[in-house]
């Protein structure tokens, strides 16, 4: 056997929390021969709460489950962390501003940044699933100064699967079919979903479908908009899917992406295809020895390139607004 690595989850209370911490333990993120420590961190006002997922969590006899750690301490739960899932944040409630939500927000990834730095494993990676996500990492990051930067990321893989999903619908296939499917940009109703380098069945899924209509005006919006959709039908947020996101995420980024296909994290901006340095914006890219590499040398047509712009703008936006904040 492995020895134990520490894994933090943030918000561990909360919906995406009682999806997503059961299938860690059991083994479905890092596998199943690598045994893990849970660190799981809460408001104190959801401490009780916690503690009842913890029991079921002692209660599933999971074999690789060494610890479960209960705190509302962020030092303490990222301490000597080897992965930390920053869920927990501050949802908009009604009436408030952006500027708001990213302030609001900014008072726990300022704090959650800082801790990461002087208490976290050298090796830690990073990813954050509580929205805004994308901008919510940039603020971590910027206040992470011993954590190298690149160990940032976000999540889009939620809006990668869903985008999956919808292809192989509309071409009568499996999920296991669909390959190279692209998210850009900001985990917001502004992200680009590409099929334009995607591949069903080893073909071009563009060239497949060949319908611009179905793409402008429902493929893109049915992937922009599914979270909306979800809420509108179930009364509640999509944290079921939300989780398995965050294991894929972690999982691929850990222990590699297939051969001949790749996924989508949102990462810091090296400049790559023009989407300027500064940001926290989601690429195609492919993992390999617990690294991400951007996948380079796609070529972006007239369409997406103009999709592309409006949803880094939006990033940029982000970022200057936290910035005149002094979040970054
Ligand atoms: P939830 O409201 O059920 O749970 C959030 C939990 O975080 C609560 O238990 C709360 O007490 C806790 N929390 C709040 N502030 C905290 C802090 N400073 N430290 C530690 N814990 C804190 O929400 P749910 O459904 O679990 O969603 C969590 C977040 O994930 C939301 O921001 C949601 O918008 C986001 N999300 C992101 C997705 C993505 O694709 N990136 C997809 C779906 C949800």
């Not at 993120?29 to 916690?50: F, K, N």
């Not at 509302?72 to 500027?99: H, I, Q, T």
């Not at 297939?258 to 295809?273: E, F, K, L, N, T």
Request: glycine share 8%; with cysteine; aromatic share 6%.
């Amino acid at each position: 056997m492995k020895d134990p690595v520490r894994v933090a989850v943030t918000g561990a209370a909360g919906q995406i929390g009682y999806s997503l911490l059961f299938r860690i333990a059991s083994g479905q993120m890092l596998g199943e021969d690598q045994p893990v420590a849970l660190q799981l961190l809460e408001i104190t006002p959801a401490l009780d709460a916690l503690k009842g997922v913890a029991m079921e969590l002692e209660d599933c006899a999971f074999p690789l489950l060494t610890e479960i750690v209960q705190t509302d301490d962020p030092e303490v739960a990222f301490g000597d962390v080897n992965y930390a899932l920053l869920v927990g944040s501050r949802p908009r409630s009604k009436g408030m501003e952006r500027k708001d939500l990213l302030e609001a927000n900014g008072a726990i990834f300022t704090v959650q940044g800082r801790a990461l730095s002087s208490s976290a494993a050298s090796d830690v990676k990073v990813l954050v699933v509580g929205n805004p996500a994308n901008t919510n990492a940039l603020i971590a990051m910027s206040n992470a100064p011993d954590v190298p930067n690149d160990r940032f990321t976000a999540m889009t893989r939620l809006d990668h699967n869903r985008a999956k999903a919808q292809l192989a619908q509309k071409t009568g296939t499996s999920v296991n079919d669909v390959t190279k499917m692209t998210i850009w940009g900001n985990h917001s109703a502004t992200q680009y979903p590409d099929i334009f380098h995607a591949e069903v069945g080893g073909r071009s899924a563009a060239e497949l479908v060949n319908d611009q209509g179905w793409l402008e005006s429902e493929f893109i919006p049915t992937v922009q908009q599914r979270g909306a959709a979800i809420i509108e039908a179930r009364g509640l947020s999509s944290a079921a899917s939300a989780a398995n996101a965050a294991i894929d995420h972690m999982r691929d980024w850990a222990l590699g992406t297939p051969d001949g296909d790749w996924v989508s994290m949102a990462i810091p901006s090296d400049g790559s295809y023009g989407v300027p340095e500064g940001i926290i914006s989601s690429f195609p890219v492919t993992c390999s020895g617990g690294e991400y590499s951007i996948v380079q040398g796609l070529e972006i047509d007239e369409f997406s390139q103009g999709r592309i712009d409006a949803t880094v703008a939006e990033l940029q936006e982000e970022r200057d607004t936290v910035a005149e904040l002094g979040l970054v």
